[in-house]
């Protein structure tokens, strides 16, 4: 059961609802949909938050947030939070944290934040790029400058976007969750700047409002390439 939660309590009820919207499909042959939990152990409710419960609790079923898959020896894995999902401008959804999963694949990165705006048809991303990967290419392109210099590179940006794509179309993305602009932050995601949790989990609030200027210029550099 290694990367999985485990199977259910004996005293909870388990079941995957549906988001077909998004692709996932509790009644395909591999199961996956938002996880829902029902029982009498389950907590009573939220303090002096009543209306909290109103959202998440439907038909005594509990609704998680999470996207689950159950896997062939009854355990589930959890693949997705559904409150990171949102819309692009065209109205295509985009399950963020899969995305993030699929560009970590790219070996010339550590950590990828994937933002896209709702008033825009692309999504755009804030990469810290992998050193020692980084600056070899920079040696064997003439590249010159310290790997700070080489985060602000126009050619190094260009190669990190090109290989992020190309590990993108490798795994069969579509053209909407596809790249359109890249910064690289030398610097990692880190606790202090508040920027990530305990776990290591991405505070996507605290991470747009720490590189909003970095946003906005990917925007505007992305609509006139």
């Known amino acids: 059961m290694i990367g999985t939660v485990g199977v259910p309590a004996a005293t909870i009820e388990a079941r995957l609802e ?3 919207e998004l692709g996932y499909d509790a009644l395909s042959d591999v199961p996956r949909g938002e996880i829902c939990l029902r029982g009498n152990t389950l907590f009573s409710g939220y303090h002096k938050r009543a209306d909290l419960l109103d959202e ?3 038909d005594g079923w509990f609704h998680t947030g999470d996207i689950g898959e159950w896997q062939p020896n009854g355990a589930m894995k959890i693949i997705d939070r559904k409150k990171n999902i949102f819309k692009l401008s065209q109205g295509e959804y ?3 944290e899969v995305l993030e999963n699929t560009y970590m694949q790219c070996p010339l990165v550590t950590s990828v934040w994937v933002y896209g705006n709702s008033f825009e048809s692309f999504l755009v991303s804030v990469v810290v790029p992998e050193k020692n990967s980084l600056e070899e290419w920079a040696a064997a392109n003439e590249v010159k400058g310290s790997f700070e210099q080489l985060c602000k590179h126009p050619e190094a940006r260009k190669h990190v976007l090109e290989e992020l794509n190309y590990t993108a179309r490798k795994h ?4 909407f969750q596809m790249l359109k602009a890249v910064h690289l932050e030398p610097r990692p995601f880190d606790m202090e700047r508040d920027l990530i949790t305990p776990t290591f989990k991405l505070k996507r609030p605290q991470l747009l409002k720490h590189f909003k200027e970095c946003i906005d210029g990917l925007y505007r550099e992305a609509k006139v390439l």
């Open 18 to 20: 549906s988001v077909l």
């Open 56 to 58: 998440v609790l439907v």
């Open 94 to 96: 985009v399950a963020v």
């Open 172 to 175: 069969e993305l579509k053209g």
